[in-house]
């Protein structure tokens, strides 16, 4: 059974910053796509930042400018640093890992981060 494993996350000051990563337990051939989303209390799980194998990379708009996603796709491994942060970016940060944009995929357990004002 894969897992996929997250860290970085924590309480910090608005205005702070913080780098999430998401590393699988075992290697997972074919994957095209490793992504960022957010859980807020009462709220769906959004996008937040999604890479593509081919270097493409798409953000949630709230993030543009502030959050920058990198991957290394060979090793499995996806990076979310976030720079500048609101109290709206608090919420549950899942990675997920997928073979195409539609795939189900696989989901990490989620990491908490929380931002003061």
């Known amino acids: 059974q894969v897992e996929l494993v997250e860290s970085g996350g924590g309480l910090v000051q608005a205005g702070g910053s913080l780098r999430l990563s998401c590393a699988a337990s075992?290697?997972?051939?074919?994957?095209?796509?490793m992504g960022w989303y957010r859980q807020g209390r009462g709220q769906e799980r959004d996008l937040v930042a999604r890479i593509h194998s081919g270097g493409g990379t798409t953000y949630a708009d709230s993030v543009k400018g502030r959050f920058t996603i990198s991957g290394d796709f060979p090793g499995n491994t996806v990076y979310l640093q976030m720079n500048s942060l609101k109290p709206e970016d608090a919420g549950v940060y899942y990675c997920?890992?997928?073979?195409?944009?539609?795939?189900?995929?696989?989901w990490g357990q989620g990491t908490q981060v929380t931002v003061s004002s």
């Open positions: 997920k890992f997928g073979r195409s944009m539609r795939d189900v995929g696989y």
């Open positions: 075992r290697k997972i051939w074919g994957i095209t796509y």
